[in-house]
């Protein structure tokens, strides 16, 4: 399998915000120093290969703590940090929707490459999301999409929690240790509408 992620202009063009969580180590998102598109092809066993994703290299290995989410959320750089994904042996996060300008980057570890990615990017235009960028995963001999949205609609809220939740599984052997936060808050969400 082939991964990739797609952006339009506006992605590539975000200025860099900088804040400094309670480890003391600097974290900056999204600029070009940061998030990169990288192209380098690693082969596998089962003639799987990645293409092509934008990764975050300031982040600290492995996940972050809720201290740090929460000195991101409290900072002048973010509006909000949430988790999205718990590893429970470790209590560490390795998924977060990082927000500012309204703007949605939902990063998530890779311990397979031993890298943060930004999975994808969505703008919140009030009355509808807007997709601005997403890691596809493309099947090696077909080239067909595995993992992916559609890059010309405007995806659900469960649209969303799902596609970041099936890239978790690709990109972990084992999710038993993971807890997918994003399913209690869509099943709040829907309470509330009721």
Not at 168 to 176: A, F, S
Request: proline share 3%.
């Amino acid at each position: 399998m082939a991964v990739g992620c797609v952006e339009n202009e506006d992605t590539q063009n975000r200025r860099a915000r900088s804040v400094v969580p309670t480890s003391g180590t600097i974290i900056s998102f999204p600029s070009q120093s940061c998030i990169r598109d990288t192209t380098a092809m690693t082969e596998s066993s089962d003639s799987n290969y990645k293409n092509s994703i934008a990764t975050v290299e300031s982040l600290p290995a492995g996940g972050l703590s809720m201290s740090q989410i929460d000195a991101l959320s409290g900072s002048d750089a973010a509006e909000v940090a949430a988790p999205l994904v718990i590893d429970t042996t470790s209590s560490s996060v390795t998924h977060f929707d990082l927000v500012f300008d309204d703007t949605h980057h939902c990063l998530g570890w890779n311990p397979t490459d031993n890298q943060w990615e930004q999975i994808l990017v969505v703008v919140d235009n009030e009355d509808e999301l807007v997709l601005e960028s997403a890691a596809t995963v493309y099947e090696a001999d077909s080239k067909e999409v595995k993992i992916g949205l559609e890059q010309s609609r405007n995806p659900e809220l469960k649209d969303i929690a799902e596609f970041i939740w099936r890239y978790v599984e690709y990109t972990y052997l084992e999710t038993d240790d993971l807890h997918n936060v994003m399913d209690e808050a869509l099943e709040e969400l829907s309470v509330d509408e009721e």
